[in-house]
């Protein structure tokens, strides 16, 4: 039965249609095609972010708009960098009107309340600016309730998590690309697609207080990996998502007024 | 083993870079999220051609990237409309933005053949100047190798497939929105997907030879199918599949120069 | 006496400040310099669309805006392809936002009814951005009732018309690029532009169900003609414009509640 | 014999090719959809830089290109403004991309000396931004040798001519819209166009040394023309014409290194 | 105390606050970064509009907005031209955006009433743009009362002040770049900054009436002034000076409806 | 003696010209008009970057382009957010625009090493996105040695510093604006711009982990600062100084192979 989907891909206009009567909270997931060392797809901010969206979609009543699949720029210091092959980036400019482009399409149907979920540190600031432009264009518009969350699911983890993550302390948020938490998440969701013997082991990257352009591959580590991912595992990965779908959801409840189902 | 796919999503970065040396033709699906009638979902025009292009390229060794999802905007004519809920659509430049920017990021790491693969034929015309724009583009970066090919599936349907789709003679191809065609395919590679109990069954809609913005609504029939979807089936979508997906592998194995695989 | 022609170029500002006080049909011709054969002139799709234009306007009490003269990039398979010497086409985003633009002025001097009258198969789907941008730009300055015609003249040709153009059985309205149709209708209006001498007779292209960036010149003729126009005449040409003129005419009279004069 | 015409409109491709061999000046008219008064039609600034144009390519081997009709925004000191009725005019960057794009459109095909010949007061500085970005994007395709001259016909009158105009001296060029050249030359070339019962007299206007936006219309002759337009004859239009068609001939040929052929 | 400042920069958001709340006239300074000869600094053109600015300002209770301080590209017959070194000049795109988007930001803060204060010639026709879309921006937002005036300082500078400033008659106020009234105006106000060994003293230089591009560099003095700046003095600035500062403030007060104050 | 400046500003271009030679870096400051609490100017975030940064270029012989002053949206976390008096900011299309002209033109006149040295933490996307773009466009312009620095000067704090600041702990980079560090800055570069008696002491602002658009204000404190400024003192904000612009200046002549002066 699609028509239960929390993804708007499978449902029917007719579903759609329905659905939007209900002024549901719309998730729209934004990742990247970037690399994420020997071990984990191209697709990894893309999988985690969908699949935590669908999860908290589906404790609000919500839908899942289909993600944004390809993301701005991997940095040496959050992503490893552009210039590994196989990472597919945008130009600002692309990514802030293809965001913005689409928001404006939910509010053209009556939607009001979206959600721009990230899974890929780089899209933040420009998540920002399509927020921003997209609300201008609805002023234009004469509609001037939409109301609009930006969040990365990680922000949500809790020092409790943080600390069955890295039981030894944690490194960085930053520098924790293709490693621990993403590695244990992947495991958890899709093991089929993490090469478990491939799974890298080397010191953090260390970075200087300054970026180059073009980059200064001297500290980033060959593989894209920014720091150790040994420690990772699926009950780890478990255990980021049974915390943080419903911390995000209960907050989104909040922002938006609505009760959670599950 | 992902390292087999023919998705880039699925790849690690040195899966890809390994994959790229071979100078692989790589697929870029192109579809929409366009209202199908009350029996498809609104991603028909994603699923179908991600998996023609798929099949295609386990033929030819060639690699299929993430699908632009968003497409251009619905006409009457071919699409019913932009007005149908649940159609979420890009403005032309967007779109070819979009399209130009990935064709960019695919040559920067060295791939020279790429086919935009569409399904939804409102994306044509726009495809072909994202191709176009991309090659400018990668003439200022001093890559004068590149060849983009840009097709439509249902363009390689044969006279004999046509006549067994419609054994009592073709509407016309345009009005095929949402209709037996892609009704029969949907049936075949993903039943789960559509409502059987739904499927409708009217005259073909009637458009005079102009059009009208914004819409004039009254040729337009009120479930945004443009022909009767009822002769659709499993077996008809199989033949097409069957057809088409040799057939186009093999135009592009001479375009570009490549052994088929099977 | 100037004032009475359908013409806004040869108006003064008072005639069109009395003219647009009737809420009249604006028609905005739009068409290319575009190769066109050894026997026609790279103006072609400039001249058809303004004479039918003028004539359909001086049925309707209407006016014609100074025709859009470079229009989107020539394809191979509708017009011979861009790189024939003296295709002087336009960028997407050029042509859109020149003719959105045009639009705009036009609203901003009262008009509301306007008919975007193409001569070049290439113009159409950007024709269709350009007018959904400006009715969202009208929207925002507080004008909703503005409505846009989108037609081709030669989409109005009747199957009686035909006939009479292809005694023996119409090739494809696709390849009729410096054909019968255009070359007869060029004898009728403007012989002292056609060279007859080097009228071209060859069969018709064909092309493969896919185009190729760079263009794959095999299949196309290298006269630039994709069929013959050898069956052209002036008699024909004449045919046609008596049979268009006033089937325009009437259709536009409907759509926009408009009485024709003749 | 269309094949010598100047006019690149009356060409078929194999006329262009032929021509563009002997790397010959092409002429780009750029004039507007402005409003000049009761006795002059809307099209008066394309009219005029298109016949001068036409003569002085004429003398000089060259070719016209259809000229660009619509034109920057006419403002009340040069034009009388862009209020009023019939001025139809486009943002710069429209207007910019427009000119730059058929200054590429010309490069493309070999042409390597072009002039921007306006004859629109208001539009001067967008064609230099047109002029310099099509320099740009020429040098990214490899080309270095393109020369593009500007200039407003009227620039060229003598002070001579200018006594012949105004015995009784001369007020401001930038007043003499709609006003005794302007008029003249129209009575010259396009007498039929020309209002003669309707030719304005009355005193200049007078501006302040600021501009306001909106427009303050306070200064501003009702009538849209800003000094007397009485003193025009067709005779001091053919005095101009006379006098500056091979002064600008002479120019070119000396800038671009051709013989003048009259 | 900052609070009596007229310059925005030095306010807190507090007096920012309570400043806008009198709906003051606000300045924005253009200028540029260019080529002012041996004697001039590149900021020429920025110190001299934001110090009358600043004067004019002081009198109408104004504020001064940070001013735009890269300027359109310097043309050989105003500026010298864009090929001088430290000459660091936007595209017309940039600086009319940058312009429109402070405009619109001053407007969203409550602002009415804006001056375009410019110092830099080659910027005229890009204000103008930069406020026609701005007051477009600002009717979408719903704001109709938005005033904008557009000026340069020097257009002020009356018959008187010229005779006071060339004596021997004045050349043209193209050719008076970096020459007597800037080098007075900035020995006035800046003689730290005037290289006196340095003031140039040659023949004004002399252009033909057409421009090329890329530049014919013949008729451009080497030292890129374009006529003797030797009779500039301190006392000629301070005449200057002291006649545009309360001129300018007049015209203003009485186009905005403001009382001057001292 | 101007020119022996570090201000590009104050130099005649003879003087830029000649030391251009010397293949320089060019610092470029980026900042903000932006609220900075009760107590300190708009301009605080160009007034610190512009003053490190010519700090840091006298001891390396570099020069300083006159600065970006308008900066990215100022957000509720880092910057108290948009919706403040006074905060002046740019589109992201805008800003980006803006830096990589400017860079662009530094690399039209030979400038080869170039830092965007920022003071307002909004900017720094952009600022990755400006650098990437304009080393797209000098790779058109084939130019293929130009070198970008992008850094902000808060970023080269050390631990030491950090704990001389704050004795009894910091609470977060991110929640210092208009807080300690840049208090203490202002107190010790520009006292006369700092509000003493308005120095706010409140708690430190606490934001969810998430970002609600249109603003929450809810989190925001009133005044605009987002932790507690009492600590600051003029002699902090001399160890600041004293301590990042030795420390910028090695960091940099490493990366650029020069030497320091002092």
Redesign the interface.
């Known amino acids: 039965m699609?028509q239960s989907s929390v993804r708007?891909?499978?449902?029917?206009?007719?579903?759609?249609?329905a659905r939007?009567k209900d002024d549901p909270i719309v998730f729209l997931p934004t990742g990247s095609?970037e690399?994420?060392?020997?071990?984990?797809?191209?697709?990894t901010d893309?999988i985690l972010p969908v699949a935590v969206a669908e999860a908290v979609a589906a404790k609000l009543g919500g839908l899942v708009?289909?993600p944004v699949?390809?993301g701005?720029?991997s940095?040496p210091k959050s992503g490893g960098g552009n210039h590994?092959?196989?990472?597919?980036?945008?130009?600002?400019?692309?990514f802030?009107?293809?965001v913005r482009?689409?928001i404006n399409?939910?509010a053209r149907?009556g939607v009001r309340k979206v959600v721009l979920f990230d899974g890929h540190m780089?899209n933040?600031?420009?998540l920002?600016?399509a927020?921003?432009?997209a609300?201008r264009d609805q002023?234009?518009?004469g509609v001037h309730d939409l109301?609009?969350?930006?969040?990365g699911y990680w922000?949500?983890i809790t020092k409790a998590t943080e600390a069955a993550l890295f039981p030894e302390g944690m490194p960085s948020w930053e520098l924790e690309h293709a490693a621990v938490m993403e590695t244990s998440v992947m495991l958890h969701l899709r093991p089929?697609?993490v090469?478990v013997d491939?799974i890298p082991d080397h010191p953090a990257a260390s970075f200087?207080?300054?970026?180059?352009?073009?980059f200064?591959t001297t500290p980033i580590p060959p593989d894209?990996v920014l720091s150790s991912a040994k420690p990772a595992s699926a009950e780890k990965g478990a255990i980021v998502i049974e915390q943080v779908v419903p911390d995000i959801a209960a907050?989104l409840a909040k922002?938006f007024g609505k009760p959670t189902e599950a």
Chains 1, 2, 3, 4, 5, 6 share one sequence.
């Not at 980036?89 to 692309?94: E, G, I, N, Q």
């Not at 200087?208 to 073009?214: A, I, L, N, S, T």
């Open positions: 699609p708007i891909a499978d449902l029917t206009w007719y579903d759609f249609a939007v095609v690399q994420h060392g020997p071990h984990l797809p191209l697709f893309v708009a289909p699949t390809y701005y720029k940095q590994f092959p196989g990472t597919l980036s945008l130009d600002a400019s692309v802030i009107s293809l482009n689409i399409e939910l149907h780089e933040q600031w420009f920002v600016e927020a921003d432009l609300l002023r234009a518009e109301k609009i969350v930006k969040l922000e949500f089929d697609l090469r491939k200087p207080p300054y970026d180059v352009y073009p200064d894209g907050s922002v």
